[in-house]
Antibody, heavy 115, light 111 residues
Framework: VQLVESGGGVVQPGRSLRLSCVGSGFIFGNYGMHWVRQAPGKGPEWVAIIWFDGSKVYYGDSVKGRFTISRDNSKNTVDLQMNSLRVEDSAVYYC?????????WGRGVPVIVSS | IVMTQTPLSLSVTPGQPASISCKSSQSLKDTKGKTFLYWYLQKPGQSPQLLIYEVFNRFSGVPDRFRGSGSGADFTLQISRVEAEDVGVYYCAQSIQLPPTFGGGTRVEIK
């Protein structure tokens, strides 16, 4: 049972990056999925959520209009398209599903936005 | 919703108790009586993990030395007897309203 993120790296301000997360060992399509980020030395910050069936999405105010969350339940994947990146978007990004009965976090992938 | 945790850090002798406070800027109780307050622990070098959900319910596998309490906008996490494996940063979080928000964290270390 795991979530594995990929796609992180170093990118210049204003550029784009796409993160991907693949789930295994559980029925991926039954769960809402989140992206949560954590800047160095800071607490977690929620970024986005997508409903189990993809019918609804919500974003944090700091990323609204720039980031897009999507999922493909046939491939057990959830993606985060990040556009117009800013220095303050630098963080470790976690793929997460969490509820009272199931809590699973990926190991995270670093995103560094720097010129 | 702003989540405020105190203290920022704790240094605890093994076997001694520890207590962390979390206050939210508004009530986390919905109209059906459910309270959306959670506690997470992030051990060094690891991702956060859920300890307590809905104020006082221990997540699967969480030892009974962890106890959550509180109501409305005022909550507490207590560890009855701290062990070496409890080291890390504890976060409270709310999900009654989007966006979910986390407290700033309380670092627990062993003396």
């Amino acid at each position: 049972v795991q979530l594995v993120e990929s796609g992180g790296g170093v990118v210049q301000p204003g550029r784009s990056l796409r993160l991907s997360c693949v789930g295994s060992g559980f029925i991926f399509g039954n769960y809402g999925m989140h992206w949560v980020r954590q800047a160095p030395g800071k607490g977690p910050e929620w970024v986005a959520i997508i409903w189990f069936d993809g019918s609804k999405v919500y974003y944090g105010d700091s990323v609204k209009g720039r980031f897009t969350i999507s999922r493909d339940n046939s491939k057990n994947t959830v993606d985060l398209q990040m556009n117009s990146l800013r220095v303050e978007d630098s963080a470790v990004y976690y793929c997460v599903t969490t509820s009272s009965t199931f809590d699973l976090w990926g190991r995270g992938v670093p995103v560094i936005v720097s010129s | 919703i702003v989540m405020t945790q105190t203290p920022l850090s704790l240094s605890v002798t093994p076997g001694q108790p520890a207590s962390i406070s979390c206050k939210s800027s508004q009530s986390l109780k919905d109209t059906k009586g459910k309270t959306f307050l959670y506690w997470y622990l992030q051990k060094p070098g690891q991702s956060p993990q859920l300890l307590i959900y809905e104020v006082f319910n221990r997540f699967s596998g969480v030892p009974d030395r962890f106890r959550g309490s509180g109501s409305g906008a005022d909550f507490t996490l207590q560890i009855s007897r701290v062990e070496a494996e409890d080291v890390g940063v504890y976060y409270c979080a709310q999900s009654i309203q989007l966006p979910p928000t986390f407290g700033g964290g309380t670092r627990v270390e062993i003396k």
